[in-house]
T-cell receptor, first 113, second 112 residues
């Protein structure tokens, strides 16, 4: 158990809909990262937050957005969903913005039908 | 794009050492090499990282060549639970920050 929690574990929704994925980092970790993993692919970095502020952006679509709240939990919002958005979405946390020993949550499996 | 090249799959006998190679010929002087593994579709697990010197922890050893163009992750006594996809990652500078750029990894199968 990494100490990072993600909800929900599974999510099934239709095209055009909007969903919110939630992540709680390990106690004391200030950085949160979001990744997307499509079937049998490596992880694609989406976005990083550090202590409430956006720190870095990767391959995140404009339809996707995220935020980190004062209690350090984070949410990833996915809108106008397409079939191709079906994937595993992982959240990871690390103690600081420059630490790359990241601790991953169990992921949210999103299926868009 | 990933800065690493790994074989897509490897087998190893249970109890033997598993040696996973990684090429990172374009690595820069201040870029670290990280190894993670992912068991089935679980969240990836950090294993080890290094810059120039060889590193060892309770999970594995990391051997980095002197020219830093390649490295090897060694699991000294592989067990069936070590079956996973192993990712070799170079930490790269991106927009005044650093990020891990993930490749496709090596699927390691430990056989009884």
């Amino acid at each position: 158990d990494s100490g990072v929690t993600q909800t929900p574990k599974h999510l099934i929704t239709a095209t055009g809909q909007r969903v919110t994925l939630r992540c709680s980092p390990r106690s004391g970790d200030l950085s949160v990262y979001w990744y997307q993993q499509s079937l049998d692919q490596g992880l694609q970095f989406l976005i990083q937050y550090y202590n409430g502020e956006e720190r870095a952006k990767g391959n995140i679509l404009e339809r996707f957005s995220a935020q980190q709240f004062p209690d350090l939990h984070s949410e990833l919002n996915l809108s106008s969903l397409e079939l191709g958005d079906s994937a595993l979405y992982f959240c990871a946390s690390s103690p600081s913005g420059g630490s790359y020993e990241q601790y991953f949550g169990p992921g949210t499996r999103l299926t868009v039908t | 794009d990933a800065k690493t090249t790994q074989p897509p799959s490897m087998d190893c006998a249970e109890g033997r050492a598993a040696n996973l190679p990684c090429n990172h010929s374009t690595i820069s002087g201040n870029e670290y090499v990280y190894w993670y593994r992912q068991i089935h579709s679980q969240g990836p697990q950090y294993i080890i990282h290094g810059l120039k010197n060889n590193e060892t922890n309770e999970m594995a050893s990391l051997i980095i060549t002197e020219d830093r163009k390649s490295s090897t992750l060694i699991l000294p006594h592989a067990t069936l639970r070590d079956t996973a996809v192993y990712y070799c990652i170079v930490r790269v500078a991106l927009d005044s920050n650093y990020q891990l750029i993930w490749g496709a990894g090596t699927k390691l199968i430990i056989k009884p």
